[in-house]
């Protein structure tokens, strides 16, 4: 339960298609002390504003067998669920009264007294709850699936087919358990991530070390995390060293190395190390308890489809009622038909014309391709960007944290005297020390790269000199590390410098030289390094058909060509303040219609607001990316984007196939109808068939795997 308010959150099993969602919602909504009601379809949940018991919340959903539990009592929702003979004890006696049935009509015929008894015994038990909402919904001009059914049934049963009226009862039974069995089978591929976080962990509170329960560990609590365990909360590594498997949140193969100051996640394996970890977030507020609550929000979205689906559904079961009384009773009126033929004719058409499939078609899609988007480790905000993505055809990169990986490196280093080049090194490392400059810290890790003891070497009278670089006393020797400007030399008198610092410029690299007043002795180029995977990213893209991809940033233009050239974007723009960018998206948009921007969800919010989809980095641990952006790339890696493009396409391919095979089947059957051919065994075979077909494709997105 939320404890703000007066709300609660309860977890909904047993939900099958959007329409018993809203019958649900409805229920609920009309209990005494509940102000307002939401059902999440695709999450399974129901939040409430006001109050309500377990058990009327059952009452308001026994229509469809609902199991409501409390969301935050784990214990007791494993103790009330029911066995599966339990769950299903209805159907399971109505099929072995069939089965007796059956038995009776081979030995003593199908007018004998005991075979009809049992098959009106089966007709009732198995479909009492569907009676009993069925005919409450035509009471109230509610033509539901559950109405379709027991018109269809009843009719059956006047005209003294009760063999059939009985096998569509069990059918329909066995086709809505199926149903329910793969919604919350998909609905659990993601809910099965709050599995993966400990409900305890081992606290010191004023040096005692206690288990304590997650609910109740405080901001602040260190953490005692031993090789082998999983890490119960978001934190801070205060003391250690370790390889953390990150993949449950980020979708990483890789582990990860964590020291002092790096951030941890709650779910995440520590594999070799000890830890000692500093608690940052409460558990409602972790990483992998916002991931969790975002998906089950992004799969309660309706997609496009969903909605087109929705409205038709909306008159498309009335129009199935007017044309199955039209078959009833033109016929016989008009063209002489015999009236049970034709009654026949028209229920087998209310039966197969069950709106089961075409309902369960797309949301069974979008909550399986969300799910394995986050497992994949891709924040899927809604259904509407699942879509988006897969009709793409230009993406626009930011540069500095998304093609790049955002720190700057020592990319090269010449020297005139190679025998002196650790001398050289280390006389620059030891003056950049000493530096304020961003790239300091670049050539700082370096020396601790190459293991160089810079710390030893003394310098003196250390000047910053503005707009020019830097200038110290080694050993009695003034060194200047920096622009041409600090030479006296004429930098073009040592060809080897020279074009090895024009090289470095050329290719956007930040080219700095070392030497003392009269002689340069060495340049050294900083840069901010492409990632590995950029080109390959890039490449993917284009050989998925997407277009266009531009890199768009605010960094230099020689710069900007350099990096763009390397990665293989189709155009480059650079020199760029926020608003151009924002021009550029919108001209984008008017050329190519469904335009991406990936960014890092801070410095590009206007770009990623204005495209059609806003891609952030680095979702994991990283609220900004996680609040604003469409879609998060959790472990902060591009390779993560052809695969949710993929995975976006083919999740329009399967929506399609889906509805298109529902509608097809449908008319079929309406075409049986003029030899007469549709039988009540064909219609409920047909409809199952249809349901089960379009949920299990549904289900196929689950399994399609990142590369």
């Not at 939320?2 to 977890?11: G, I």
């Amino acid at each position: 339960m939320s404890k703000q308010d007066n709300s609660k959150v309860f977890r909904v099993e047993g939900l099958s298609c959007t329409n018993c969602a809203a019958k649900f919602e409805k229920n609920v909504s009309q209990l005494p002390k509940v102000k307002n009601a939401n059902v999440n379809f695709g999450a399974g949940k129901l939040s409430i504003e006001g109050e309500a018991s377990i058990e009327e919340l059952q009452s308001a959903g026994a229509f469809e067998n609902l199991k409501i539990y409390d969301v935050y009592n784990v214990e007791n929702n494993l103790e009330q669920k029911d066995s599966f003979i339990k769950k299903n004890w209805t159907l399971l006696l109505s099929l072995l009264l069939i089965i007796f049935a059956v038995g009776s009509q081979i030995l003593n015929g199908e007018d004998f007294f005991l075979t009809k008894g049992l098959y009106i015994l089966a007709i009732i038990i198995g479909g009492f709850s569907l009676f009993k909402e069925g005919i409450s919904d035509l009471l109230k001009l509610d033509f539901s699936m559950e109405s379709l059914m027991t018109i269809a049934i009843i009719g059956a049963s006047i005209i003294g087919e009760w063999a059939e009226g009985s096998i569509v009862v069990i059918l329909f039974a066995i086709s809505e358990a199926l149903e329910r069995f793969s919604m919350d089978r998909a609905r659990r591929s993601i809910r099965s991530l709050m599995d993966i976080a400990p409900n305890e962990a081992l606290i010191r509170r004023n040096n005692v070390e206690q288990m304590i329960h997650v609910s109740e560990i405080n901001l602040g609590d260190v953490m005692i995390i031993k090789p082998g365990q999983k890490i119960a909360m978001d934190g801070q590594v205060v003391k250690g060293h370790s390889s953390v498997n990150q993949a449950a949140i980020t979708g990483e193969s890789v582990p990860v190395e964590k020291q002092v100051d790096d951030d941890v996640f709650a779910g995440t394996l520590n594999e070799e190390g000890f830890l000692e970890v500093k608690v940052t977030k409460h558990v409602s507020d972790t990483t992998i308890a916002k991931i969790i609550h975002l998906v089950e929000e992004a799969q309660g979205e309706r997609a496009p489809a969903q909605a087109f689906v929705d409205k038709f559904a909306k008159y498309y079961t009335p129009a199935i009622m007017v044309i199955a009384a039209l078959i009833v009773v033109i016929p016989p009126l008009f063209l002489g038909g015999e009236w049970d033929t034709w009654l026949y004719q028209g229920l087998s058409l209310l039966v197969v014309g069950c709106p089961c499939s075409l309902v369960i078609s797309t949301p069974v899609s979008i909550v399986s391709a969300i799910g394995n988007a986050a497992k994949n480790g891709v924040l899927v905000k809604g259904g509407i960007y699942l879509e988006e993505i897969g009709g793409l055809k230009a993406v626009a990169f930011d540069k500095t944290g998304t093609l790049t990986n955002g720190t700057p490196v020592v990319t090269d280093f010449i020297t005139i005297d190679s025998n002196n080049e650790e001398k050289y090194l280390a006389g620059i490392i030891s003056l950049e020390s000493y530096s304020q400059h961003p790239l300091a810290s670049a050539i700082l890790k370096k020396a601790d790269e190459k293991a160089i003891p810079y710390k030893s070497i003394s310098v003196n009278n250390f000047t910053s000199i503005t707009g020019k670089g830097i200038q110290g006393d080694i050993e009695g020797v003034t060194y200047l590390v920096g622009s041409p400007k600090l030479f006296l030399d004429d930098l073009t008198d040592n060809q080897l410098i020279s074009e090895a610092y024009l090289k470095f410029q050329q290719e956007g690299k930040t080219a700095m030289l070392f030497g003392t007043k009269e002689e340069v002795l060495a340049v050294i180029a900083v840069a901010d390094e492409v990632r590995a995977s950029s080109k390959t990213v890039i490449s993917k893209l284009h050989d998925l058909g997407i277009k266009h991809t531009i890199m768009l940033t605010g960094d230099n233009a020689t710069t900007a060509q350099s990096i763009g050239k390397q990665v293989g974007v189709t155009d480059i723009k650079g020199d760029l303040m926020p608003e151009e960018k924002l021009d550029y998206i919108k001209s984008l948009k008017q050329t190519y219609g469904k335009v991406a921007m990936i960014g890092d969800g801070v410095n590009d919010a206007p770009a990623l607001a204005a495209s059609t989809v806003g891609i952030a980095m680095g979702g994991a641990g990283t609220d900004t990316a996680l609040e604003t952006a469409d879609v998060a790339l959790m472990g902060d890696d591009l390779q993560k984007l052809p695969f949710i493009v993929k995975l976006s396409r083919q999740t329009l391919i399967v929506i399609k196939q889906n509805i298109t095979f529902s509608l097809v089947i449908k008319l079929i059957a309406l075409l049986l109808v003029i030899p007469g051919w549709l039988t009540l065994w064909i219609a409920i075979l047909a409809d199952m068939g249809a349901t089960l077909l379009v949920t299990f494709n549904g289900l196929r997105l689950m399994k399609i795997k990142s590369e």
